[in-house]
Structures are given as C-alpha cells and as structure tokens.
C-alpha cells in the first residue's frame, strides 16, 4: 500500500503538471489541502435561456494598483453602479426562478462601494445564493460581520503570494499580514454560527509560481474550503515573461496532462484514487469528462451586469480591453446586449441575438486560436476563419480553462 505522502506525491506532479505543462519550478513542492477546488457547475445540460449566476460588477473602481490588473491599460470610464441600475437588476432577476446565484465581482474592488452591503441583503432577500470577490484589504471585522450578517454565502478573496515582499510586488499598495489578517477575521466571524464558506484565488504566474505551495498551506490554515489556481492573462507587454502558459492544452506538441485512471486495479491507480477520494479536482477549469474549449459562463448558465447596467454574457465581455496572450497583442471588444436600466434585464437575456450567441458558443465552433500559430483575425474577436463574427471565442483563455474566474 502507498503512504500517504506517495499519494501526495502523485498529486503534487499532476498539479505540477496542469500548472507548468511539464516545466516543474525548482523547488516546488505543494502541500495540498483536503479540498483544493470546487468548482460550482450545473448537474443538468446547459441550456442557452437559463439564468443561473449573474456576476454583478459594483463598481470598476479599485484601492488598488495591481501590476496584473487590466485597470492600468485600459481606456474604460469608471464607475459605481448606482440604485437605480442595481433596482432595475434586482427587478430582472426576480422573472427567473429558481433565482440565480448573484456573484459580486467583475473588474473592481466590490467593497469600495458604499452601498455593497445592502447591495447584499437585497440580492439574498430575492432567494439567491449571494457570492462575492475581495483583494481583502477592505475587510474589516465589523465588514465581516456586516456582509455575513446580510446573507453572503461565499467569500472569495485573492492571495497570489505568501510574503510581504512577494505579495506587495504583485499586488500594489496592499500589504500581506493586513490581508492575513483580515481573512483570518472574516473566519472568525464565519465560525459564530454562519453558513458560509471561505474560497481563495491565486493568479500564478513566473514571479509567484513558488509560492504556490505555501499559499495552498495558509488558505488551508485560514479555513478556505476552496482555492482558486488561475493564469495571468497579461495586459501590458512587461506582464509577457510572467505567464507560465504558452498555447492550448490540446497542441499537438505539448504532453497531455492526463489523471491516471482513478478505478484501476493497478498499484497506480488505487494510490491516485486513494489521494483523490477527498478532492474534488478540475483540469484546467474542466472536471475529467469535459473537453476543453468549453466556455464557462454560458456552460454554467451565467451572464453579467457592469457598473453601468450593460448586460453581457459573460465576465470578460464586460468592457474592451488589449491583451498579449501568448506575446500576440489582441484587442477584446466588449459586447453589452443592452442596458438594464433602459430594457428589463429578462427581456434583454431572452433576445434572439443573445439565444443564438449562447447556443453558437455551446457548440464552440470557432476557429481555435488558442492553439493555433495566430493570423491577423486572432488580433481581435471580430472574425475568425471558420466565418463566425463578432464576438468570436476562439481566442478566449476563460474558454481555454487557462483564465479562471470563481
Ligand atoms: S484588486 Fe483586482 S481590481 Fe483592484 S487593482 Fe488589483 S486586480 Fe485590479
Ligand atoms: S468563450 Fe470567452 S468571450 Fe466567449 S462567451 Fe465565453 S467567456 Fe465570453
Ligand atoms: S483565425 Fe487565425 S489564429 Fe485563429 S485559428 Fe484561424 S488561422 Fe489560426
């Protein structure tokens, strides 16, 4: 029978493997909490009309200056989104049942808006299962309590680094051990009696690759029930040697990161199947059954609303902005379906366009550029060459599963 720590070691190389594609950093050596991710998805098949989760971005506007935030390139106007954009959301959701998960989150720091904690309550008055993401700067005890007591069920907060100096590197004007700290609160409050949980992200990239393992350790250590791994997608040309990513997973040259056959008779097998009985583990953003090149906004059912009340179909259509995956420069036009304070949000998710979008990316026939050695299509999503239009999705990192949002 393996020992425990060979069944860890089996864990460590596949984590390894999804993380570098084979390139395995000097010194890594991650120690896995009992449940690394969780990724929510549906149980049923995805069905272009349904509203399961709405990513509701409060506001654009952030305490922070990240190196990794696409904020600091951007030509987008800022703002947070006001009463009467968020009623007219609020409003719109209530035509769909059972209510969808409501996610704050978008581009933006969600608690530098002042009204986010009644912003809270009322999305958890309409039935919903209420999510949000935080840099954790702002998180004070009594905003721990606040948002808890208002009905959050699930706090997401970003850690992409383990020391002060690695963390305030990547993440400008913030410190560590205030963050720690602030987590740490949150729990506390949490444990009094809550049903909510804790999930952590980190954006890996070459500069905090290390601290991986230790990250993995101090969320497991601040009660996370959940972490996040995801890549950068690079905004500026010096964010380029960061990425640890190169082309899609399924290019012809790369080795395939595959789990070994969990029921297996084999040694190999009861030893994997032992280490993974209590994780639940997603390749790339997929479980095991699921190919890649799958989007998971629409396969999850989900849409988002900006600051503003644009409605889109998913998070990174949110706003226009300029990226460099893989060093080739690529403008993303947004695409906001209509605003939900001139058309009702339902009226506007039931359009004909937005149905045929939704059922165009279920099948995911677009050009795949991700994978592909780039032609001047795959410089924006206007078109690719399998003759699909705006917006195309073949060059999408959230479709790639390189890019993950919770
Ligand atoms: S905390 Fe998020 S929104 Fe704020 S600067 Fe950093 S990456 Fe951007
Ligand atoms: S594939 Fe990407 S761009 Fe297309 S709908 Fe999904 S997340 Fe949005
Ligand atoms: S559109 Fe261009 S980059 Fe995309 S798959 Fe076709 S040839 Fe390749």
Redesign the pocket.
Known sequence: MESYDQKKAWLDEILTTILSKGSIPQGYKPAVPAVVDEFVRTSHSPHPARLSKTYVEPTNECNLNCRTCVRNVWQEPLGKMSDAVFDAVIDGLKAFWPSPTVFFGGFGEPLSHPGIVDMVSRAKQLGSRVEMITNGTLLTAEMSRRLLDAGLHMLWSSLDGTTPESYSDIRLGAELPRVVKNIAQFRDVLNTGFDAQLGIEFVAMKRNIDDLPAALILAYNLGAKHFIITHVLPYSTDMIDQVIYSRGLRDVGYPQPALPKPEGNDVNGQAVAAALRDMKITLAGNNRQTPLDH????VGESGAVRWDGGL??????LHSYVSYPVERERF?RSWIIGNVAECRLDDLWHTPQHIA??ER?LD?K?SPCTKCGGCEMSEN?EKDCLLNTF?T?GG?W??EGAIRCP
């Not at 989007?295 to 629409?298: A, D, I, L, S, T």
């Not at 889109?312 to 259509?317: D, G, I, M, R, W």
């Open positions: 989007c998971p906004f629409v889109s179909p998913c998070v990174p259509l993303s979008f939704r990316v995911f677009f999503n917006p999705c999408c959230w479709a």
